[in-house]
């Protein structure tokens, strides 16, 4: 554990990208007491710029103030990348263990089905499903899983197709294992490095397409959202900058903390790969 | 004057390693004409003094002092393209992977032509690489010359590596482990051509190698490297026959002799019985044709209590396919796989699991056949508590089974990593003990190990199996290992067993031409170890 956080330390930006991350937490964890009452009430005078009237990052069209409306939608936004993430991981890891254990006419059945969700544009689907389901955190959640399994489906997959054949596995199978137990215990951990990085990525791109659905006015109506609040300020941009600037730029900064998290967590899982990568730099 | 001298060369290690130096403080020198084989174990830094003499040290290895003089030039002052001009040209190397060391994507032909052209003797490339190529005794040149690597096999392709090497008649070839990777027959086709064009065309040749076989079948001179340092050099007669340094005297002891000694006929009843077992492996056939190879076909056999049969063969002969079909980690077609007159073949996972008990394995690479993620005692300990042993108990016994295996029973909360491959193939063992087996597999248990782990390893396996009285099946490649193990061999070609019998009377009167070969490609056969 020592050793993993040494070679994580050694990716200066990772530990960037983790301090930020590590605020957007706390803001979000103290965003009622740092902004108590509701991020939709009037605060101000509409349309006052940043540093006026009290009002740190300004106000919107409404008189809201757009800091506490990123201070709660940070709450959204976390919650909904971290749920989503875990959602579409258990979908994703459960049929790429499958698929990858029990290989051929198995492998090709999940495959396919995989194959079916990559083709349809991830975007459009989601969407599509929310309109469906009509927008709510739940549907937004569901969606959002709905689209971002298949590449965990895959990663998985190809890892446990490799790791079966390994003499380690074998010998789990000649000592009587039950295949439940083989997989769980003896290949999935083995398979975990890449899961992991693979999923803070993951995070990412769900807080990423949360914002754009709700940016299309397909969020959950009832919750403040960084996607929200760029959309409603995107009228009045050239009027009031702060309003669509100060949410675009938590995107902005939550989004790259958590790539930049991946590739440390990728170099402290990978040592080797790490290495050569920085020796050939 | 020699062709290459080496002197007092020190190649640091990167900090943090075992030991401050690669190579520390080593000298040597090899004559145009002769064979100079450097003899060591993996670590030992035998590859580190190969790739300085060719200016191809990784930035982490420094030399730290010392003259490497190359027809009366300083090898280390010289300039990159300087060096590069003399690489191919007068200096040579042939490495140990012939799988990947060829551009699979260029043809045979055009990649020697290559090595002419970038030398400024492409004008007559057309001529001479079909000239090469028959040099180095491969049949049709001119069909090999327009084939991708992809359609040689690795003895073709090592032959390939060969020629390129000799394109332009270099003074000095390196060749690094240069058959490792080959099977025994093929092997010994090489270290003969390599014999015969040396000769032919006085080169030296620096020879890196582990094996005192091929030693015995090569060299002229020897020097013997141990943890970076050269413990003992002289002519091949003498090291060989007459080792002066403990740890030469070691390795030589360590080398299995190959000599069968005459056992008492097993006549007990049969714990494993093996009758018309096929396995056949189908691929593609969508469109184009399908691909059949009969991986196990006519390879009948009967393992009496208490003995130990081998298994011998090339890679691809089928021997580990058979023996993991016995466990069912393959499934044949056909066949019975009678164990106490059960059959085991038909039998479903369940069904199985009280046969995991009797009949247990223990792999070849010791790398792979421990979970990285799991602690050794907990390792042990798997297979009894799968089989509902309580958790304390098998613990317990683990802790008895290390001392079995000699090793510490601190080794217990540690993981795999921090173990060498010896130990680890001795965790292997006492894994497969855990199950108190009385049917033991083991598929080529100390091909990955070092001369001296090696005979140590064969040395434990030989006392469980006497003491534990355990029937073992024994697969092997190497026919000097089977000699000293076996009560009985079967030789195995193309997935059928070729000839069976008591190992003294197939090592003195093999029946069947392959066999024959088989024992005539041993490395170094002409060479009794000296008993020391």
């Keep these: ?281 | 004057m020699s062709l290459l001298r080496v002197e007092g060369l020190t190649v640091a290690l990167p900090p943090g390693g075992d030991r401050p130096h690669a190579v520390e403080d080593v000298s040597f020198h090899v004559d145009a004409g002769e064979i100079l084989c450097v003899v060591g174990e993996s670590g030992s830094g035998k590859s580190i003094s190969a790739n300085a003499v060719m200016g191809l040290l990784p930035k982490g290895l420094p030399v730290r002092s010392g003259a490497i003089s190359f027809e009366g030039r300083d090898l280390l002052s010289l300039g990159a393209e300087a060096m590069r001009r003399l690489r191919g040209q007068r200096l040579a190397m042939i490495f140990q992977e012939p799988m990947t060391a060829l551009n699979p994507l260029m043809r045979v032909g055009d990649q020697i032509a290559e090595v002419l052209r970038v030398h400024g003797s492409g004008a007559d490339a057309a001529r001479r690489v079909p000239e090469l190529l028959a040099a180095v005794n491969l049949p049709d040149p001119a069909a090999i010359t327009r084939s991708h690597p992809f359609r040689l096999s690795g003895g073709q392709r090592q032959r390939v590596m060969i020629a390129m090497a000799l394109a332009l008649e270099p003074a000095l070839l390196i060749a690094d482990e240069p058959t490792t990777a080959l099977d025994v027959t093929t092997q010994m086709q090489i270290l003969r051509l390599i014999r015969e064009i040396q000769s032919r065309r006085g080169m030296g040749v620096l020879f890196i190698t582990h094996d005192f076989g091929v030693v015995a079948e090569i060299a002229d001179r020897v020097a013997v490297m141990q943890r970076g340092r050269i413990v003992e050099q002289g002519p091949a007669a003498e090291v060989l026959n007459r080792p002066q340094h403990p740890y030469t005297r070691a390795l030589i002891a360590a080398v299995p002799h190959g000599a069968a000694e005459a056992r008492a006929a097993i006549a007990t009843a049969s714990v494993l019985e093996l009758r018309g077992v096929e396995k056949t492996y189908r691929r593609g056939g969508f469109f184009g044709a399908r691909a059949v190879v009969r991986a196990v076909h006519d390879a009948d056999f009967v393992l009496r209590r208490g003995e130990t049969l081998g298994l011998v063969g090339e890679s691809g002969s089928g021997k580990s396919t058979l023996a993991r079909c016995v466990v069912k980690l393959v499934e044949p077609e056909q066949g019975t796989i009678a164990y106490h007159g059960t059959d085991l073949r038909p039998l479903s996972r369940a069904a199985w699991k009280p046969y995991r008990r009797r009949i247990q394995m223990v792999f070849q690479d010791p790398y792979a056949s421990l979970n990285p993620r799991r602690t050794v005692g907990d390792t042990i300990a798997e297979g009894p508590v799968t089989h509902g042993e309580p958790r304390g108990k098998a613990l317990e016994r683990a802790r008895e089974l290390l001392r079995l295996v000699q090793l510490d029973p601190g080794a217990m909360d540690r993981y795999p990593h921090e173990f060498s491959g010896g130990q680890r193939q001795r965790i292997g063992i006492a894994r497969a003990l855990a199950m108190e087996p009385e049917l033991l597999i083991a598929d080529e248990p100390v091909s990955a190990l070092d001369v001296s782990v090696q005979a140590q390893v064969l040395a434990l396996l030989a006392e469980i199996r006497a003491r534990l009285e355990l029937t073992m099946l024994f697969i092997t490649h190497d026919l000097r290992v089977a000699a000293q193990i076996c009560d009985r061999v079967a030789v195995m070609q193309r997935g059928a067993i070729v000839e069976q019998g008591p190992t003294s009377e197939v090592f003195a009167a093999p029946q069947h031409p392959y066999t024959r070969q088989l024992l005539d490609s041993i490395p170094g056969r002409g060479w009794t170890p000296p008993e020391l």
């Design chain 1, 1 to 281: 554990m020592r050793d993993f956080w040494r070679r994580f330390r050694r990716n200066k930006g990772a530990v960037v990208g983790l301090v930020i991350l590590l605020l957007v937490v706390v803001l979000a964890a103290t965003a009622p007491w740092l902004f108590p009452g509701s991020p939709w009430d009037m605060a101000g005078a509409p349309f006052s710029p940043p540093g006026e009237m009290g009002m740190l990052l300004g106000t919107d069209s409404l008189g809201r103030d757009v800091a506490a409306g990123i201070a709660h939608g940070a709450r959204i936004s976390l919650l909904v990348g971290a749920v989503s993430t875990v959602a579409a991981l258990l979908v994703g890891v459960t049929l790429g263990a499958v698929a990858g254990y029990l290989g051929g006419f198995v492998d090709d059945a999940v495959m396919r089905f995989t194959e079916f969700f990559q083709t349809i544009p991830s975007f459009v689907l989601a969407i599509l499903l929310v309109a469906i389901f009509t927008p709510s955190i739940g549907s937004v959640v569901f969606a959002i899983a709905i689209v971002s399994w298949p590449p965990v489906a895959r990663v998985v997959r190809a890892e446990f197709l490799s790791l079966r054949g390994r003499e380690f596995v074998q010998a789990a199978e000649v000592l009587g294992k039950s295949r439940l137990s083989i997989v769980l215990t003896d290949i999935l951990p083995n398979a975990l490095s890449p899961i992991v990085v693979l999923s803070s990525l993951m995070v990412a791109s769900a807080i990423l397409l949360e914002s754009a659905l709700s940016f299309l006015g397909l969020g959950d109506p009832n919750l403040m959202t960084w996607g929200f609040l760029i959309g409603s300020g995107r009228s009045v941009i050239r009027l009031a900058w702060w309003m669509s600037v100060f949410p675009g730029v938590a995107i902005f900064l939550t989004v790259l903390a958590l790539n930049l998290v991946g590739e440390g967590l990728s170099d402290a899982l990978n040592p080797r790969l790490a290495r050569q990568r920085g020796g050939a730099a």
